[in-house]
């Protein structure tokens, strides 16, 4: 919502400068955005008359001027435009200014061997607008020296306010004023709304062709006939108003329905009544009908759009906009008036539907003060006897406005309750009489009833905030909050610390954390298992951003790839957050993801680098499960990765019959699908899946039991058939004793060499640790032979010799 | 005895003289060994005439002794030296560079999310969380923003597939309806945050089509508008780790709230810097207010009885403002040169009492 000073000194009587209104209104809810002063930027620019214009000796298009301006002595200025006379008044820059239009300092200068003090200026040069025929040619008139933008009335602050939705009554001037006003900033002014009397009955009718369930779309429809009106440019200070807040003055017509439509919030049509055939009729628009509208486009109705009709066509969409058919042009001799009331609900769903963006639909769709319908039709008539002349015909009325009247009763001890500040009773009824609300005193507070351009108004919560909001916020006390406890409970569940404890390990591990969206494009997703018609957007804002993600993976790798292109080909990413398997809330699951990629460190004088593996992702994965306080002592590996994973190096991490993460080197096809180079690897940790410790009371922990005797460690190597998994090995060492086998650990794997074709020898160091008394050469031999006979029967392993 | 003093001279002489470990163990079996000089002497004694064996004996011994303590001695010198020798050609060059270790760091929305956490949390509010995929009631409905609303085309939502019922699922444009969530599951006194990922249809230079919020939602009995400003005043000024931080509550709306206010902090931007603190300027930064009746009566409380105040922030605004972040849009773009440099070591997490964020 813009308007300038002037328009709101229209409605309030003030002393108040722009920057103590512009405070106000913000402390009031009204935020303005900007305030801006157009005189500011047209400060140097003062009038000036061309004493005399001669020819340029060396130039035929250009003229020398002599320019005064008001100062002692005439100065000399060379200009080129065609409109540059003797005699002529017009706007003078001096050297030394700055030129807004074009944006440049203008210096004296010489041009073609002839001094120039100066500039006349067009209206472009100015910033006013694109006119660059020729120089501003004024009126005679126009005083030689005075400031143009005071000349010119441009010294007019504007102010623009960012308006919430709920108050409507402020998209008029009036509406802020009296804010203004009940906040103590002066004195509303009266609108002119006497009623006009009418002199001849209206030649057109107006009636309602609407469903009767559907009244409610045009509850209320006023008409009036002023026959003989002359059409032509509206008088300056209405173009200017106008043109202040962005407006293009079209006629006086259209330019009155403007200005009451900003001024005092009432938007209005005008017919011109002879294009009109038979009469005024609102009805829904039937499938197939078009309506050429002002706007230049035309548009295609649909059922239940609430059309303003003649007897035979559309002439325009009740609310939004008018038809080109029956608008008003110079020619216009007889006028119809609309005054109107439609339903807010559906005249945004048209406007929506249409996508038509009007100061009309703004304003129906957020809802009018219903009583200002027949009052705005007076202001209307008024200023078009006032501009156009004309006769003015009775009133017609179709309907009536819904009813609108309620009361609310407001206890006084709420204000403080609710608000946090008391304000006393009396201060209270000032500041909602002054809103223009009803008051009467009852029982513990008030009965108050809202005034007609208040529908926002609904309940005792609303009238605390009128009162509070105009006594101000400002002047409510702050109170900390209560503590509920001298030290405070944890804020976080163990689940939520637990994912901050992962992000931590996953760090120290020299993993970058990154943020990525949660979607991302279908072809990508598929191939990680997801690509659901249930979890694409329905509106996505691109075709590589149309999916919820089923894995952070592809998003990782192709920020790894995005760095490598821009020189960091090492490096190693992470990122916790959620992914979605359905579009029900269990559906979604917290992931640790994180991938690796090109080699494992930089190049370094003594340690060489790798290239990443699955190892390195299981060990991220580990570090993770580890960090939840999983026992990875019970962790089984199953080397059945996802499809994303490399068929042979890449496996899944599970607990008992619960998969926990998997890890691996990523496919080499995926890695191409997703334009990633390799090699990459990667874990994915299912955080939801991994059981919370469990909750005990106190943080005591069990007694360490050291042993007194030393842990005996024996090695031994196998030869297993290739496809014998290590980890089966190892289990079954650690099987083979379950009270002195302490550890069994892999420390060596080879095939090859002297090992017959198919077989591979894995050493292992098993732990022995005694209980009782240190072992005897008997017991440790007898342990050994149970190990290796576990190992035999398990994978059908033999001692190498 | 001249012939102890000889052997001594001769043997003493011979030990310093020896040049290498190897050369005095020769020494030592040459004068102390079952055939050596030195242990020689001792069988000449019984030749001695009887009155002197007492003395030589002990002369004897003594050189033996002193022998040995002297092959001891030479052994330890010529050990050191050997040492010595051996570090001397070990010499590493240690200007040459540490073997690599990576260093990780966090995200900028985690560490704010932590210190947001840390903050309200010692005001006593516990973290509620959410689905991001939520449905119309949660995100609408129950706070306050019916279908027709202008203020759900003031949210550009994210809609997925139109089901056999005709309903639709969204994106939770805001982390609001965590509130509705926690009333209908959880019983007065509550005081929650809510951080989050939420998702508008926006992207350009100031927004991205997902960012983070962080809801607050107090209900209890006696909450008021002063408890509200206090409250999100008090934060402000442990967040942003500033003498002064100015505060100022502007009414504003939200459906979801009576009254609803917005809140600015104090800034200056002189030069065409801004600096949070007291200043001659105001930045928003939050929206909040009273919860609003229909909101409690949605989810079965009375708001006759009970009342309370909420508020949402956006986690990326208050990162960018605190740690001088200049575009929203690098927050995701995964870049490890922005990472590294506005990223955080993870060896602390935010306390308000070992101190919020490293100095």
């Known amino acids: ?801 | 005895m001249n012939d102890v003093e000889t052997l001594k001279s001769k043997w003493l002489g011979a030990v310093r003289a020896a040049g290498d470990l190897a050369a005095l163990e020769n020494l030592r079996v040459e004068a102390l060994g079952k055939k050596g000089e030195v242990s020689g002497l001792m069988k000449t004694l019984g030749s001695a005439p009887a009155e002197e064996r007492k003395a030589l004996g002990a002369a004897f011994n003594a050189l033996k002794d002193e022998v040995a303590a002297a092959i001891e001695a030479r052994k330890a010198d010529l050990g050191d030296a050997a040492l010595d020798q051996k570090l001397a050609a070990e010499r590493l060059d240690v200007t040459l560079p540490a073997r690599p270790e990576p260093e990780g760091r966090l995200h900028p929305i985690s560490q704010t999310i932590d210190e947001v956490v840390a903050i309200f949390g010692a005001m006593g509010f516990k973290v509620a969380e959410g689905p991001d995929i939520e449905d119309d009631f949660y995100n609408f409905t129950a706070l306050n923003i019916p279908p027709e609303h202008p203020a759900r085309q003031m949210m550009d939502t994210f809609y997925l597939p139109e089901r056999q019922d005709g309903s639709r699922l969204v994106l939770r444009t805001h982390t609001s309806p965590v509130q509705i969530r926690t009333m209908l599951s959880q019983k007065p006194p509550i005081r929650i945050i809510v951080p989050g990922r939420t998702y508008r249809s926006d992207h350009d230079m100031t927004h991205t089509p997902m960012f983070h919020q962080v809801e607050g939602l107090v209900i209890d009995k006696t909450t008021h508008m002063g408890h509200l400003k206090g409250c999100l005043a008090d934060f402000c000024r442990a967040y942003f780790e500033l003498p002064d931080v100015p505060v100022r509550f502007r009414p504003s709306f939200f459906p979801f709230v009576e009254p609803g206010a917005e809140m600015d902090i104090g800034c200056s931007r002189k030069g065409g810097e801004l600096k949070i603190g007291a200043g001659d300027d105001w930045l928003e930064i939050l929206g909040c207010g009273m919860v609003h009746p229909k909101v409690l009566r949605h989810c079965n409380l009375d708001p006759a009885e009970y009342q309370g105040f909420a508020f949402g922030m956006g986690i990326e605004r208050v990162a960018m403002l605190k740690y001088g972040i200049p575009d929203l849009r690098t927050f995701y773009e995964a870049d490890l040169r922005w990472l590294r440099h506005y990223g955080f070591l993870p060896l602390e997490a935010p306390s308000l009492v070992r101190g919020l964020s490293p100095s």
């Open chain 1, 1 to 801: 919502m813009k308007f300038t000073l002037s328009w709101l000194k229209e409605h309030l009587d003030t002393q108040a400068g722009a920057a103590e209104i512009a405070r106000t209104l913000t402390m009031l809810g009204l935020e303005v955005e900007a305030l801006t002063d157009r005189a500011q930027a047209l400060k140097p620019f003062v009038v000036a008359r061309v004493v005399e214009a001669k020819p340029h000796p060396n130039a035929d298009r250009l003229r020398v001027c002599m320019v005064d301006f008001g100062a002692a002595a005439p100065l000399q200025v060379v200009c080129g435009a065609p409109n540059a006379r003797t005699g002529m008044k017009g706007v003078f820059a001096p050297a030394g200014s700055y030129i807004p239009g074009t944006k440049f300092d203008l210096k004296k200068g010489t041009i073609r061997g002839v001094d120039s003090n100066g500039m006349l200026l067009s209206e472009r040069e100015l910033g006013l607008s694109d006119e660059h025929e020729g120089i501003i040619d004024l009126p005679p008139d126009a005083p030689v020296g005075a400031s143009y933008a005071s000349y010119a009335q441009l010294d007019d602050p504007l102010f623009e306010i960012k308006l919430t939705p709920n108050r409507a009554d402020c998209l008029g001037v009036h509406g802020i004023a009296r804010d203004l006003a009940a906040a103590g900033l002066g004195k509303v002014i009266a609108q002119k709304t006497e009623k006009i009397p009418g002199k001849f009955k209206s030649p057109l009718g107006v009636d309602f062709a609407l469903p009767p369930e559907h009244a409610n779309a045009c509850p209320l429809f006023i008409g009036r006939y002023i026959r003989g009106v002359k059409n032509g440019p509206s008088p300056a200070w209405l173009k200017r108003k106008l043109e202040a807040v962005g407006l293009r003055p079209i006629s006086a017509l259209v330019d009155i329905t403007n200005y009451v439509t900003i001024g005092s919030d009432r938007p209005l049509h005008v017919f011109d009544a002879d294009k009109v055939r038979g009469g005024v009729r609102v009805r829904f628009a039937k499938p197939g009908e078009a309506l050429a509208a002002l706007n230049d486009k035309t548009y295609e109705l649909t059922d239940g759009m609430t059309a303003i009709c003649d007897h035979e066509r559309v002439l325009g969409l009740g609310g939004i906009v008018g038809g080109e058919g029956s608008g008003c042009t110079e020619a216009t001799r007889n006028v119809f008036i609309e005054a109107a009331l439609f339903d807010p609900k559906r005249t945004a769903a048209t406007g929506r539907k249409l996508a038509i963006d009007s100061d009309a639909r703004q304003r129906f769709e957020r809802g009018l003060d219903p009583e200002f319908t027949a009052p705005g039709m007076e202001l209307a008539t008024r200023l078009i006897l006032e501009l156009c002349g004309g006769e003015p015909g009775e009133v017609v009325v179709a309907g009536k406005a819904p009813e609108w009247r309620r009361t609310i009763h407001l206890r006084q001890s709420r204000i403080a309750g609710l608000g946090g500040v008391d304000v006393p009773a009396p201060q209270a009824e000032s500041i909602l009489k002054s809103l223009g609300f009803t008051v009467t005193h009852a029982g513990d507070g008030f009965d108050v009833q809202p005034p007609s351009w208040r529908g926002d108004i609904e309940s005792e919560p609303d009238l605390v905030e009128e009162v509070v909001r105009v006594h101000g916020f400002d002047n409510i006390p702050a109170v900390s909050m209560p503590a509920p406890a001298v030290t405070p409970e944890p804020a976080l569940t163990p689940a939520q610390r637990r994912a901050g404890i992962v992000k931590r390990a996953l760090a120290s591990r020299g993993v970058m954390e990154a943020v990525t969206w949660s979607f991302m494009g279908k072809a990508q997703s598929t191939l990680f298992g997801g690509g659901q018609a249930a979890l694409a957007l329905a509106n996505p804002i691109s075709a590589e951003l149309d999916q919820m993600r089923p894995s952070i993976l592809p998003n990782l790798l192709a920020a790894a790839q995005r760095n490598a292109d821009r020189g960091f080909p090492d490096l190693a990413l992470f990122e916790v957050g959620p992914v979605y398997a359905s579009d029900a809330p269990e559906g979604q699951s917290l992931h640790a993801t994180a991938i690796r990629r090109g080699n494992n460190a930089p190049r370094h004088w003594d340690a060489k680098p790798r290239a990443v593996d699955a190892f390195d992702a299981k060990a991220d994965a580990l570090a993770v499960l580890s960090a939840c306080g999983v026992p990875l002592a019970n962790l089984q590996v199953d080397a059945k990765p996802p499809v994303w994973y490399h068929p042979g190096r890449g496996g899944v991490l599970r607990l008992g019959p619960t998969v926990l993460a998997n890890f691996g080197e990523i496919h080499p096809r995926v890695l191409k699908r997703l334009d990633v180079e390799g090699p990459a690897v990667g874990c994915e940790i299912n955080l939801s899946a991994v059981p919370l410790p469990k909750s005990k009371a106190g943080r005591a922990r069990p007694l360490l039991k050291a042993s007194p005797f030393q842990p005996v460690v024996r090695d031994f190597a196998f030869v297993v058939d290739e496809a014998v998994p290590a980890e089966q090995l190892a289990r079954a060492a650690r099987g083979a004793d379950k009270v002195l086998i302490a550890d069994v650990s892999v420390f060596d794997r080879f095939s090859g060499g002297a090992l017959p074709q198919g077989k591979k020898s894995i050493a292992i160091a098993v732990t022995l640790q005694p209980v009782e008394a240190t072992m005897s050469d008997a017991e440790i031999e007898a342990v050994s032979q149970k190990i290796v006979a576990q190992v035999a029967k398990a994978t059908g392993g033999t001692l190498r010799g």
